[in-house]
């Protein structure tokens, strides 16, 4: 897996995971996903790449994977409750399968 990190003002979206939302029919939904993790973790270093299920080799998805280093419990639950919260907001549930939020 290829991570590519950013600054806050903005991840960088490798084009093998750009590639494989439009092949998914998610384009639509990519920034407002990465906007939905920034706001879940907004101090928090945001990595973006194409992920693979480790007991299904044929799923594929969108890693957004957020630096978690020194953060407490409560700060990381009170993120996932964001990210919970709103994806369904942002991306219907039948796409959302292919944007997992994960902490480094």
Not at 40 to 52: D, N, R
């Amino acid at each position: 897996m290829n991570h590519t990190f950013a600054t806050r003002s903005g991840p960088i979206v490798p084009t093998d995971v750009r590639k494989f939302a439009a092949e998914k029919g998610v384009n639509q939904y990519l920034n407002a996903v990465i906007e939905l993790a920034r706001q879940a973790f907004p101090s928090g270093t945001l990595s973006i790449s194409l992920g693979q299920d480790a007991e299904d080799d044929a799923h594929q998805y969108i890693a957004l994977d957020i630096e978690a280093g020194g953060r407490t419990a409560d700060e990381l639950l009170a993120g996932q409750r964001v990210w919970s919260g709103g994806l369904g907001r942002v991306c219907p549930s039948r796409q959302a399968v292919y944007f997992v939020l994960g902490w480094r």
